[in-house]
């Protein structure tokens, strides 16, 4: 099930400094290999940058299950919420040009912006921590223009201060996408065309046009592109998402490993974002009690082997662009399979990283073993599709429990056996609690799992980290 470019692999070889080891690829295909054939997952595609360098090339399976078409490097992806990525860029580059304040107030480019918005900025929007409300019809609304969102979102209330909480939403960046095309006077996707990918050489990077008239869908023929499908009840079924065009700067590009690796060289050789605008981009937003935020401008933030990393993923791992700076390390996944976690990228940027040297501290004295247990049979239910709602409190068995199942197949192969969890926090606040652990799997790949419990013990609520 597996192919494989020769050409772009040979070209990659030529690319590569003379003696550089070879082991690490070879790893790469066969985790991703295993990952495909375990999670019944059709196609992929992977690259690896670094210095400015193609290191690694491949693809695999079939991009589309009734033509048998192959996966190839040009295979055009529905890449979701990785589009950030690109309005990031976008964003900075008028930054670095002087066009664009990230900390303006909002007033300046929209003079109508209502006056609860006062205290708004470009950084706020970019950051999602606005408080702007999402509207129930944000994603289902297929005709709505940027203007006409824009307009609905004055005249909601705010759902928090600004820069209280970090929280993703989509209305943070229609209104993002109106600012920009009022300070260039161009549509938010010429933007992208002529400002970002034409400049960088893409040849399969755009969207579909996706819309609903009657019963009828109607998109764009985009050449190549890869089938999206979700594997439910034994049997494969094409399905994904219809992202109306207000949501642009949300997601919905569709686009290929070797586009999106042409960006990740541009980044490494400063040719597009000078290295200074690239670490203000990669910045996290300080809420307003002095925590640190989950995103820079438009780029979801985090930690891998003590390294800071930068990138998105989009619908679980449709798509997963992970970069760690001081390496300039790129890691570049594409799959056509909803319903995988975003963990594809940072395991395979693990391969090319040196270990965490505190794996094996000790943590803090655990009181409870018992109900550490069932927090690790929920860690290992999670990915391997064996949740069980015992774990969790009515309220998380409504609603969180169904989401959870959504992700994760038996015998799945997207982690390595999980070895050791070792208690780091244990904290109560109230009639809740909060306790944290370290996750190690296999040698050395390591995932803070963070819980919060009622006061009977039970799930509300968890969240990982990669270290």
Known sequence: MRSSTQAL???????LPPGCATSSSTRTDGYLQAVLEKN?????????????RIEHLSTHGLADLESEAKS???????????????????????????????????????????????????????????????????????????????EAARKEPLASPPGERSQYGL??????????????????????RTRVFEPLGFTCTRYE???????VRIA???????????????????????????????????????????????MDQG??????????????????????????????????????????????????????PEQKLTVIVLTNAQGLLPLLAPNIASLYLPPLPELDAPGIPDAEPAL????????????????????????AQQELVPMLRSFGTPDNALQPPLRRMTLLEDRRDGESRKRVYRAVYGEDVSLKWTFRLDAAGKILDLEYDWE
Request: hydrophobic share 45%.
């Open 9 to 15: 692999l040979l070209l990659a070889a030529l690319l």
């Open 40 to 52: 019944h997952v059709p196609g992929a595609a992977v690259a690896i940058v670094r210095d400015g």
């Open 72 to 150: 190839g490097p040009d295979t055009a992806f529905q890449i979701a919420s990785a589009t950030k990525i690109f309005t990031g860029t976008l964003v900075m580059l008028l930054v670095q040009e002087g066009k664009l304040g990230l900390d303006e107030p909002l007033s300046k480019y929209l003079p109508d912006a209502p006056e609860s918005w006062k205290a708004l900025t470009v950084r706020h929007l970019a950051a999602h921590v606005s408080g702007l409300k999402d509207g129930a019809d944000e994603q289902t609304s297929t005709s709505a223009s940027v203007a006409e969102r824009y």
């Open 171 to 192: 209305t943070d960046f229609v209104v993002l996408t109106h600012v920009l095309e009022k300070v260039t006077g161009q549509r938010f996707e010429e933007l992208l």
């Open 209 to 215: 046009h996706a819309r609903q008239q009657g019963p």
């Open 220 to 266: 764009d023929v985009i050449p190549r592109r890869a089938t999206t499908y979700r594997y439910a009840d034994g049997v494969q079924q094409r399905s994904w998402f219809l992202y109306p065009p207000h949501t642009y700067a949300a997601g919905g590009a569709f686009s290929c490993v070797k586009d999106l690796a042409r960006w990740a060289v541009a």
């Open 271 to 324: 040719t597009l974002l000078s290295p200074e605008t690239q670490r203000a981009a990669a910045t996290a937003f300080k809420l307003n009690d002095g925590r640190e935020g989950s995103f820079g401008v438009a780029f979801s933030l985090g930690r891998l082997r003590g390294l800071s990393t930068f990138g998105h993923a989009g619908g679980g791992s449709l798509a997963d662009v992970l970069r760690v």
């Open 372 to 395: 550490t247990a069932v927090l690790r049979g929920a860690v290992d239910g999670l990915l391997n599709g064996t949740l069980e709602d015992a774990a969790f409190a009515p309220s």
